[in-house]
């Protein structure tokens, strides 16, 4: 894969392609962009037909060890590896080892494994398992085995030492195994960024993950609800500081628009896209405004208008680390008796498949009455909003308007809790 | 009047009719250039309009050994080609699946539930809504059931009176009365191209004087049903036949509800546990009394034997939750029986579920694939529901495809040969039931 920017503001965001993605290296992704997020290959809810109605798909598709680690013995079998085993084709698989949505229990982490949860039960998982995973998948690009469990508050230094050390001792395996396994000649390996909340790990993590052969980074262990933004964007800006400016940075377990933002600021590109999944979740749709206008007095106006008919006022995660359940300001909440009536779409000119063919009411009802296509409908349209989110903030990095973009985003929020940014 | 015929093998039969006065009117007109709102002021349309009736029925044609028929269903929003199974949508959705994907598959007309409608969102705001058309934008046909069902379904929670039936709502412990007047408002307010009368149904294990208490009332309430239709000229009400599993009171209700001018009769109160044995013979009777100009909905019958079955004796519509319920415990449909996705042996098989299916779930996935999605996304249950809408649709299709073509019966052979691993495991009611009709299995 190659990183080619087109646009770099100085120590912060970075516009561009990542281009020669894939075994014969045709597929390219914009950047910054989020992957297409799935469980076991599947965009949640989704099969073929629904996914397809989404005009724009990620050119690349995650899959997470937690979701098919369990069916190593039926991919070996297979012999072709998770694309053609899910039904996947032209697009560029990536596997990654947590889902980012189904946050683990901790505790089962040593210094030569790490575990993973499928349907079953714990999954323990080696280098050597973790490698021989990796040759049943044939993914195009993977991250390298990794201890992000830093994320609990109070976790001590010590800790937070040891999963810098064991996950570069992890890569060094891995990349060792990765280079003697046939199968996997020509997929690219990330390497993976830790350091909990300690800048000094975070700096030494990326020091030393950067000096590998790797193709591209991961950065771990900053999970939405493991800390708040301000010091996110610290510990980010201190990290890709010492990352090589041509390799793309992958940020795990951040997906709100507000986050993503400051985020990409900060230096990141690549996000995984299970935040429009947790919105559909609960029963919620995205309806944020991606509209950049020059007057921000009449975007606030505007703003105003919608709030009439968003939900009521959520506390957006700050205060609160651990739950990612939780309702932010981007979003309506369908499940309100208000929506019982209304019989708009669920945003006004949006293109998507819910929007073009159902209203608000029909949508409250399904959710009411526990009904499957609510799922499927939420899912659509929550991920059509999302990817347009990031065309807007990569058009914004090109016109030089992203702080309008923030000032938008964060407006949202502030009005809402009623606090200065 | 022009055969319709679909090339064999063809998962969607796509129905081209030529004859319907209605269409062939307007599409006329507006080919002349004239503007469409000029044409729906203009008097003489309207005329035309009023005089077309909401449901017309077009024998294509018959089986010369058995009673099945294949006929053109014309209503107002598509024709449906029939013998036709309907997917049930019980409260304004396919589960899981998208109108789209409904339409994609081919399917001209699915069922919609009043009780549960009624309840959730209400009629009112299915009105304000457009109707249920337009409330779950579905553009083809509708039909829903009266509430009359969840009689029986739901009977710790229902009374019935002369009055009409009392149901404790599950949702809020509120007492409703659904009468004959209140299932019509409900259903006009749906806006359904077919309505079910209300009936008095009674399971059809009970015995005794109940039934034919049962079946008079459903002939009155049939009545009352037919003064109460706000929408005759669009909306089709439909009666249900009832009886029991007693002749006598089956001929009765046939004779005096056939007095009746409804666009179409359904063969109620059966597909509820009684013996196949009685069931059949009563399909048959009633078809024997059924007038063969307007269509045979037989409700709640939706397994492949039962569907095969029923057509050779003569019905033209089916309904059931069986097909679309069944997928979302991973039992997918085929023409060998059916194959638990979910179990330890598919695992690692990595055939589609039917290698000869055309189906969007059969060309692009496998059973082991599915086997594995089931344990972490609720889209394996739409693959399969997808598929088993497609395998329904499908037999019925060939069944059509087979009548029209002079050679039912030896569909129905080869079906039957494919379906059981041998003769001797053909059930016996199905087997009398066929030679009834003069087909003998081996």
Request: hydrophobic share 35%; glycine share 8%.
């Amino acid at each position: 894969m190659k990183l080619e920017l087109s646009r770099v503001v100085q120590g912060g965001s970075r516009l561009g392609v990542l281009k020669g993605l894939g075994r014969t290296g045709q597929h390219s992704l914009d950047v910054p962009g989020c992957l297409l997020y799935t469980r076991c290959g599947s965009a949640p809810h989704l099969t073929q037909d629904t996914l397809h109605t989404l005009s724009t798909l990620p050119s690349v598709t995650q899959v997470t060890l937690s979701t098919i680690a369990e069916h190593q013995e039926v991919l070996e079998e297979c012999k072709d590896g998770f694309k053609k085993f899910a039904g996947l084709h032209e697009t560029v698989l990536y596997c990654s080892l947590h889902d980012p949505a189904a946050p683990c229990p901790t505790g089962h982490t040593t210094n030569k494994t790490v575990s993973v949860w499928g349907s079953g039960g714990r999954i323990e998982l080696s280098v050597a398992k973790f490698m021989a995973l990796q040759r049943a998948v044939r993914p195009d690009w993977y991250q390298s085995m990794a201890d992000g469990e830093t994320w609990q508050e109070n976790t001590s230094r010590k800790r937070v030492r040891k999963s810098v050390d064991r996950t570069l001792a992890h890569l060094d395996e891995c990349l060792l195994v990765h280079h003697n396994t046939q199968e996997l000649e020509g997929v690219e390996v990330f390497g993976v960024v830790e350091g909990g909340d300690i800048l000094e790990e975070r700096v030494r993590s990326a020091r030393e993950t950067a000096k590998r052969p790797v193709s591209g980074f991961c950065l771990d262990g900053l999970q939405t609800g493991s800390m708040n933004q301000s010091l996110r964007t610290q510990l980010i800006t201190a990290v890709t500081q010492e990352l090589p400016e041509d390799k793309p940075r992958l940020l795990q377990g951040v997906g709100r628009p507000d986050e993503v933002l400051a985020c990409v600021e900060a230096g990141v590109d690549l996000f995984e896209s299970f935040f429009p999944f947790q919105v559909t979740e609960r029963g919620c749709a995205l309806c944020f405004s991606l509209d950049v206008s020059p007057d921000p007095e009449l975007a606030v106006l505007r703003d105003d208008e919608e709030r009439d008919t968003a939900g009521e006022t959520q506390e957006n995660g700050d205060l609160n680390h651990s739950d990612q359940t939780q309702m932010t300001s981007f979003e309506i909440d369908l499940n309100e008796k208000r929506y019982h009536d209304d019989f708009r779409p669920l945003v006004e000119g949006c293109g998507c498949y819910c929007c073009r063919n159902h209203q608000r009411a029909y949508l409250h009802h399904l959710l009411v009455t526990n009904e499957l296509l609510a799922g499927v409908l939420l899912m659509i349209h929550n991920a059509a909003h999302y990817h347009a989110f990031f065309a807007a903030l990569r058009e914004a990095l090109a016109d030089g308007k992203l702080d309008l973009l923030k000032r938008r985003l964060l407006g949202e929020r502030r009005a809402e809790t009623g606090t200065k940014d | 009047m022009q055969n319709t015929t679909a090339p064999i093998g063809q998962t969607n039969c796509q129905l081209q009719v030529h004859d319907v006065t209605f269409s062939s009117n307007m599409a006329a007109a507006v080919q002349s250039g004239v503007n469409a709102e000029t044409l729906v002021n203009n008097m003489s349309v309207k005329k035309a309009l009023a005089a077309v009736p909401p449901l017309t029925l077009q024998i294509v044609a018959e089986c010369p050994v058995t009673k099945a028929r294949a006929c053109d269903l014309i209503l107002p929003h598509s024709a449906v080609s029939t013998p036709v199974f309907m997917p049930v949508g019980t409260q304004g959705t396919m589960k899981g699946i998208t109108v789209d994907q409904l339409e994609g598959l081919g399917c001209q007309i699915c069922l919609g539930n009043t009780y549960h409608l009624g309840m959730r969102p209400g009629p009112e705001l299915i009105e304000k809504a457009n109707g249920l058309h337009g409330f779950m934008n579905w553009k083809r046909n509708l039909l829903t059931d009266s509430g009359g069902f969840q009689m029986v379904s739901l009977v710790e929670l229902s009374e019935v009176t002369e009055e009409g039936v009392k149901f404790k709502s599950p949702y809020d412990g509120k007492e409703i009365l659904l009468s004959p007047e209140k299932s019509i408002s409900i259903q006009n307010s749906l806006g359904s191209d077919i309505m079910m009368q209300l009936d008095d149904v009674v399971s059809s294990t009970v015995t005794g004087p109940r039934v034919e208490e049962a079946m008079h009332r459903s002939i009155r309430w049939l009545d009352r049903c037919i003064t109460a239709n706000k929408n005759p000229h669009k909306q089709n009400l439909f009666a249900i036949i009832q009886g029991g599993l007693n002749a006598e009171l089956r001929k009765a209700c046939l004779h005096e509800m056939t007095k009746r001018n409804v666009p179409g009769f359904a063969i109620g109160g059966l597909s509820g546990g009684e013996e196949k044995d009685d069931f059949w013979r009563m399909v048959t009777l009633s078809t024997d009394y059924l007038p063969p100009e307007k269509p045979r909905y037989l409700m709640g019958v939706g397994y492949a034997v039962d569907l095969v079955v029923c057509v050779a004796l003569g019905c033209d519509m089916f309904d059931c939750v069986f097909p679309t319920r069944t997928a979302r415990f991973g039992s997918a449909l085929v023409p060998w029986g059916s194959l638990q996705v979910k179990q330890k042996q598919y695992a690692k098989d990595m055939q589609p579920i039917d290698p000869d299916c055309q189906c969007a779930t059969c060309k692009r996935h496998s059973r082991a694939y599915l086997h594995a999605l089931f344990k972490s996304d609720t889209a394996a249950m739409h693959h399969i529901t997808v598929h088993n809408i497609a395998y329904q649709l499908t037999l019925m299709c060939s069944v059509r495809q087979s009548i029209v073509e002079g050679r039912f019966p030896e569909f129905i052979r080869t079906f039957m040969k494919r379906l059981f691993p041998s003769p001797d495991q053909y059930p016996s009611w199905a087997v009398d039931a066929l030679a009834s009709v003069n087909v003998t299995l081996e």
